[in-house]
Every structure is written in structure tokens, then in C-alpha cells.
């Protein structure tokens, strides 16, 4: 799959629009609002999409992931094939590396360098991240920190969607227009500070 | 005409709504729970005052189900799939009344076992019942075939069973709406007999069921779900029944070369079925679940006219839930693997939450047993099930819903004495009642500790029936008011709870410990839409 960077950080696929991703992290760190998000965005760009989440038992700090597929043609299987992953987001650095026989050739990690450790054999930081930097596409930020430095302790995952987004086939407008639609009913402040730490993700992926 | 994003549950849920539903019964089960909340939710429904209260359990469900079908009216019940096995009494017998107003009970299968005891498929049920079963591929087929299910059952007479598992109830697309109907009016069954199943009754009810499978075979041959596509490449001819289909398609992206037979719409169309066996070389067949089309296509003595492929020759595995990759290997394809998962990866289990009641009353049941011997702690179904996991290890059965109680009774009958049983408030009402009433006329020997977080936590912290009940239940039963125990589960009371539980661990007869402490989830939910619905008001 040729992809080219285009100057307004969107990637559009050979004229096609079509996106594997794959959202990890742990249970609570808000990996369904980000999808929730970019079904909005999905929705304004009049797409087809699946997208796959886990419920149930995998909450309360179990890994969870959520499957995410966007095309311009009907989209078949709800969960993304091995070696199809356009991009795997993760809002933690271990559950990056969870589903890394999803990723293609070509594919993306971006995630943030914040562990989560509520497993008492869970690996040094430093291994984690080393791995991850391994593969050539990488980016790691610490969301945790540019988002507490926004005052917004809880929007680390709004940041990393950010310094996603230049690697998710939308334009960034509907990823805003999905926090507004998202978040609206929770008032215009908590909108305004979502999309604060969104456009603070993307900045921190463009340096 | 109106396009919405829905889960596969949801899509059930708005077709239901828009297809003239009265009432929705259910009880919380993985993946079958956001049926009933969507609903519980959608102002739509409640505006037309469409029913929608958690049942005790999904036998309750059913039952009240057919009787809103039997006064006319279109009713839904929804479970998981191990939740048909509570409810199998009426359900199959439902299939010999008859259904009055449209009846649709959708059961929801969790193939892998992502949270559940077994993965049980549910169209053997349908099958066995004798009732015409709907399997959707996807959420536009999940909201047509509730919207339309209402009128087959009509149509038919019959309760329709709707089967979809984990992976179409929990993902999300576009889904277009149709327009809403009106629900039916209030009405009683021509027959005035065919509810009683009296055995003189039931003889001749049985008969017309049997007489109808022809015509619900021919519905299918004819069914919208049912589609045979020729291909040129007869070497193969594919059937995929429900979810399968889209991974089928998911690996042939220009198109799929063989002939196949989608299924949607059981008892499954057998002309159609005939026909790409009698025009292919060798057939793969496609299903989630247990191999029951594929072993019927075998049959006993293997006389299908071609090979048949599937689970049971090895092409597909056995158990555990298909994909695209799976359906890859049996069509011969090569699986792209991306990079291997490093050997640094861990587990990520789910755990008790920090701060959970659950924690703490294992902790002083765990401290009161010690002398007693392990082995004798029989469990139930819930967020307390994790006790199993380290570094509790705290109980060592869970088999169904309120085998608890009545296992810690079997093993004190056998002479394991004392046994605990540790039960949750919903699973409580939902199936132990019955067990700990067995116990209480024979005044056996165990201890039932109710771990009551006053909510149905696992499937998300749903309303549970007992709040507020429980004391009352028991004592109404016939507990000892002396050997009626309740006890706050926190860090401060280990020693006072350790202290009731070997009381009562001492006691040779029955006792009850409700440890009783809000689930710590619910409870900061109730407090931040307190704080929410605070600041809005003050706002406005």
C-alpha cells in the first residue's frame, strides 16, 4: 500500500481512502472515546467502517483494544487481518506491542511512553520502548505529561489520537467536528479542552 | 429514510423499537447486555412507554415475554447464550403454544469464551425448538431482521430465535433506519386452548409444529438472507453462514470466484443447499460456532455426494472463534503475518478493581478458613469470580448461575463440612433463592457469604433486583435471624469479619453473611452524574 505525506498531513492512499487501526491500551484509559471520535469524523466524510470493541470482562484493567476500519467501499470483516494494520495506536506503551502481527510492512506505532503497571511482572519501561523504536515507523510522545501540562490530566488519549491523526486517512477538521459532536452534551469547556490536547498531540508529532 | 451508527446489539435494539415492539425482557449477559440498555436509554422507547425492566432472570424473561405475546402484543427477550439454558423450559415450549403478538428472543454467542463458562451455539436450540432462527452477517442485517422478525412470527405463528455472537454485537457501522410501526393492539388468541399443554392439548399443538416445518424450510428457500451466487471456479463451492460470510468476502476483495450459499434464515434452504453441492467439486463450509450444519451436511455413514471441509476435517479449528485469517487458511491462501509479538509481552488479565468490596471479604474469608482445609469454597458468577486469579486463589467452583449454594450443600452432603459458598446479590435473586431454600429445610451445615455490591457489576453495573431485598428473602425463607449475618467489607473490619465468619464456619448448620459494601464503580458513576446534572442545572 503506497502512501504519500501530504502537505496538510493527511494520507491518502494511492486516490483511496482507506484505514486499518488498531487502538490499544487498558481498560479506563478511554480507548472507546477515541473511537467514538473518529467514527464521528468517519461518518462526516460520508465513509464506509467497522469499528470492533472489547466490553465485558476486559475492562477494570485488562488489555483492550478496539478495531477500527475505514474505506470508500464496503468495509467485510469487523476485525482488521494479520499483517493489515495501518496504524496502531496505543495509549500505552506494553499494549503497543500486543498486536504487532497485525501491522503491515508499512505500518505505524504511535504511542505514548507512560506506562500503566497494575501487573507485578510487567517489563522495564526501558525494553518497551526500545522494542517499539525497533520498528522503523515510530512515534513515541508522553502524552501523560503534555496533557497534564494542559491542565487536562485525563486527555492523554485526545493527544495521542493527535499525534495519530497525520496517519489516519481523515482530514483533521472531522476529528475535531467528532470531539464537538462527542463531548457536546458535556459542555462547550469540555470540548474546547478536548480539542486543546488534540491539536497539542499533533504539534508534538510534527516536531 | 435515516442512517445511524450502531453496534450490531444496537441495531437489534432500534429495529425492535421501529418494528412495533411492546416490551423488551432480559437479563445482563455478555454480549447481549447493550440490547436492553439501548433501549432502557433511547427516548424514543420510552416515549412509547415500550417495556424494558431487568428481569430476575432470563427464564422470568421468557415467560413474561410470551405472556405480553400471548395478549397480542410484540415482545423481545434477549440473553447470552448460556442464558438459554435458564430459559430453555419456556422456550421451547413456547414453540408449541405458539406465539400470539410477534416474539423474538435473540441470543447472543460468545464463540472463545472472551466471557463466559462455554461456547454453547445457540441455533442448536432453534433447531431442537423446531423454530425458524435468524443469523445476521452485519448490523444492517441485525436491524432488518428485528425489524422485520415481529411479522415472520406473526406470519409463521411461532417465536423467532435470533442468533448473533460477540463480534457483530460489539462493533459498530452505518446502519439505515426504516420507518417506525405502530405497536399491535390489545389482543387474545383465537385459540383459546393453545396455552394450556396439557398432554391432550400439547399432542395436537405438537403436530401442527411438526407441520409446519415444511413451510418454514420453504421460507427460506425464498428468504431475502439466503442468497446462492454462482462463480466459475467450481472446484470449490463455499456456504458461510451469518458473521462467517464477511470474512469470506473480507479475502476475495475483487470478488469471490466460487459459488456460495449465504446463510441467514434457518431451517436452512435445502434446494439451495442441493443445488451448489451437486455443481461443486468439494464444499467448505463456514459457521461460528459448533460444526452443526457442517455435520449434517456429513451425516452418520459420510454419504455426501463431495468432500465436505470445515471444522471437524481439521481445515478450520474445532473451537474458538473465525476470521478473515482462519478462512484464509482453509481457502488455501497465505497468511501475512506482521512482526512477532516480542517475548518481553506480558498478560493484562482483568482484576479486581482497587478498593473493590470483593477484595476485602475474600481477605477475612481467606484468614477464617485457615484452619479448616482448602478446597471448599464454591463460587458463582460475577466480578467476584476473579477471586480465582492470584493473589487471591480464594475459591476453587464456579459453574453456572447459583451453583454456589447448592454445590456447597452437595459437598457438606458428602461430608465436606464446613462449605462456603460465596454468591452476589443479582446472582442471588437471579438462580441461589431456589438453592438456599433447599438448604434451609435441611439446615445444612454451610455458609453463604452474599458478596453484595448492591448492582449487577460485570456486564457494567446494571440495576440488580435485590437491592434492598435481601435480608428480607432470607428470613422469609426461614434463616435463623441469629445466623443471619451482615457485615461491612472494608480494610478497618477484617478482624471483626473474621471473627463472624469463623462464628458462623462453627455454626453446624445454615448461615448467611451479607458483606455488604456499594460497588465502587456505580458508586463514583452516581457521583459524577450527580456532579454533572449539578453544574447543568446551575447553568440553566
Known amino acids: 500500500m503506497l502512501c504519500e505525506l501530504h502537505p496538510t498531513n493527511k494520507i491518502k492512499y494511492m486516490g483511496m481512502k482507506k484505514s486499518n487501526i488498531i487502538l490499544s491500551g487498558v481498560g479506563g484509559q478511554g480507548i472507546l472515546t477515541i473511537a467514538g471520535i473518529i467514527g464521528m469524523a468517519t461518518l462526516k466524510e460520508k465513509l464506509y467502517f467497522k469499528q470492533s470493541e472489547v466490553h465485558g470482562m ?111 486517512c481523515l482530514d483533521f477538521e472531522s476529528l475535531e467536528s467528532g470531539i464537538s459532536a462527542i463531548f457536546e452534551r458535556k459542555g462547550d469547556a469540555v470540548v474546547q479542552q478536548n480539542l486543546l490536547a488534540l491539536r497539542a498531540g499533533r504539534d508534538a508529532a510534527l516536531k | ?115 463466559s ?57 452505518r446502519v439505515l433506519r426504516m420507518k417506525n410501526i405502530a405497536e399491535n393492539e390489545l389482543k387474545l388468541p383465537d385459540d383459546k386452548k393453545k396455552f394450556i399443554l396439557l398432554p391432550s392439548i400439547a399432542r395436537e399443538r405438537y403436530k401442527l409444529l411438526l407441520n409446519l416445518q415444511d413451510d418454514l424450510t420453504e421460507l427460506s428457500e425464498n428468504a431475502a438472507y439466503n442468497t446462492l451466487k454462482d462463480g466459475n471456479d467450481r472446484s470449490l463451492g463455499i456456504i458461510a453462514c451469518g458473521i462467517s460470510h464477511n470474512y469470506l468476502m473480507e479475502n476475495y476483495p475483487e470478488g469471490i470466484p466460487h459459488p456460495v450459499l449465504k446463510i441467514g434464515q434457518y431451517p436452512v434452504p435445502v434446494k439451495k443447499i442441493k443445488e451448489i453441492t451437486s455443481s461443486c467439486k468439494e464444499i467448505l463450509v463456514l459457521e461460528e460456532g459448533y460444526p452443526i450444519l457442517e455435520k449434517s451436511l456429513l451425516g452418520l455413514l459420510n454419504n455426501s455426494p463431495v468432500p465436505i471441509r470445515g471444522r471437524l476435517d481439521g ?30 509481552m506480558v498478560n493484562r488479565p482483568p482484576a479486581l478493581c482497587k478498593g473493590c468490596g470483593h477484595i476485602d471479604i475474600y481477605h477475612s474469608l481467606i484468614e477464617a478458613l485457615t484452619d479448616f482445609g482448602e478446597g471448599r469454597t464454591f463460587a458463582d458468577i460475577g466480578c467476584y469470580t476473579l477471586g480465582a486469579l ?95 449475618k451482615i457485615v461491612t467489607p472494608l480494610k478497618k473490619n477484617h478482624d471483626e469479619n473474621v471473627q463472624v465468619i469463623l462464628n458462623e464456619l462453627n455454626y453446624h ?23 454533572e446534572t449539578k453544574s447543568l442545572s446551575t447553568k440553566s
Open chain 1, 58 to 168: 476486559s475492562q477494570r484493567g485488562g488489555a483492550v483494544q478496539s478495531n477500527f476500519r475505514i474505506a470508500d467501499t464496503p468495509v467485510a470483516s469487523d476485525l482488521v487481518p494479520l499483517g493489515q494494520a495501518d496504524l496502531i495506536l496505543s495509549v500505552e506503551p506494553l499494549e503497543t506491542l500486543r498486536y504487532l502481527p497485525f501491522l503491515n510492512k508499512n505500518g505505524w506505532l504511535v504511542c505514548n511512553s507512560s506506562p500503566f503497571i497494575n501487573v507485578p511482572d510487567y517489563p522495564e519501561l526501558e525494553k518497551i520502548l526500545n522494542t517499539i523504536a525497533e520498528w522503523p515507523n515510530h512515534l513515541i510522545i508522553d502524552a501523560d505529561k503534555i496533557a497534564k501540562d494542559l491542565g487536562n490530566r485525563r486527555g492523554s488519549n485526545m493527544v495521542i489520537l493527535g499525534a495519530a491523526s497525520q496517519y489516519i
Open chain 2, 1 to 115: 429514510m435515516n442512517e445511524v451508527v450502531l453496534l450490531g446489539a444496537e441495531a437489534i435494539a432500534q429495529g425492535a423499537i421501529d418494528g412495533g415492539m411492546s416490551g423488551v425482557y432480559a437479563y445482563p449477559g455478555t454480549p447481549s447486555t447493550e440490547i436492553t440498555e439501548y433501549i432502557q436509554r433511547n427516548s424514543g422507547a420510552r416515549k412509547e412507554g415500550i417495556h424494558s425492566e431487568w428481569s430476575a432472570n432470563e427464564k422470568t424473561a421468557m415467560e413474561s415475554a410470551i405472556g405480553m405475546s400471548y395478549a397480542g402484543k410484540r415482545a423481545m427477550v434477549c440473553m447470552k447464550h448460556v442464558g438459554l439454558n435458564v430459559a430453555a423450559d419456556p422456550f421451547i415450549n413456547s414453540a408449541i403454544t405458539g406465539a400470539g403478538g410477534g416474539l423474538i428472543v435473540v441470543v447472543a454467542d460468545d464463540p472463545s469464551m472472551h466471557s
Open chain 2, 117 to 173: 463458562q462455554n461456547e454453547q451455539d445457540s441455533r442448536f436450540y432453534g433447531d431442537f425448538a423446531l423454530l425458524p432462527i435468524l443469523e445476521p452477517a452485519d448490523q444492517q442485517e441485525a436491524y432488518d431482521m428485528a425489524y422485520n422478525g415481529f411479522s415472520l412470527s406473526e406470519k409463521v405463528g411461532l417465536p423467532v430465535l435470533m442468533r448473533i455472537t460477540t463480534r457483530l454485537s460489539h462493533s459498530r457501522s
Open chain 2, 315 to 344: 481445515s478450520l479449528p474445532r473451537d474458538g472463534e473465525l476470521n478473515s485469517d482462519l478462512v484464509r487458511k482453509a481457502l488455501g491462501m497465505e497468511v501475512h503475518n506482521g512482526p512477532e509479538i516480542p517475548e518481553i
Open chain 2, 390 to 484: 492470584p493473589p487471591y486463589n480464594a475459591i476453587n467452583t464456579c459453574v453456572d448461575m447459583g451453583a454456589s449454594i447448592t454445590m456447597a450443600k452437595g459437598a457438606a452432603d458428602a461430608g465436606l463440612v464446613p462449605s462456603v459458598a460465596v454468591i452476589g446479590d443479582s446472582t442471588f435473586t437471579h438462580s441461589g433463592m431456589t438453592g438456599l431454600l433447599d438448604a434451609v429445610i435441611e439446615n445444612s451445615p454451610i455458609t453463604i457469604i452474599i458478596s453484595d455490591n448492591e448492582t449487577t457489576g460485570m456486564t457494567g453495573g446494571q440495576v440488580s433486583s435485590a437491592v434492598g431485598r435481601i435480608e428480607g428473602i432470607c428470613l422469609g425463607i426461614g434463616v435463623e435471624e441469629s445466623h443471619l
Open chain 2, 509 to 531: 448448620g445454615i448461615s448467611v453473611i451479607i458483606a455488604r459494601r456499594e460497588c465502587i464503580q456505580t458508586a463514583s458513576k452516581r457521583k459524577r452524574i450527580e456532579v
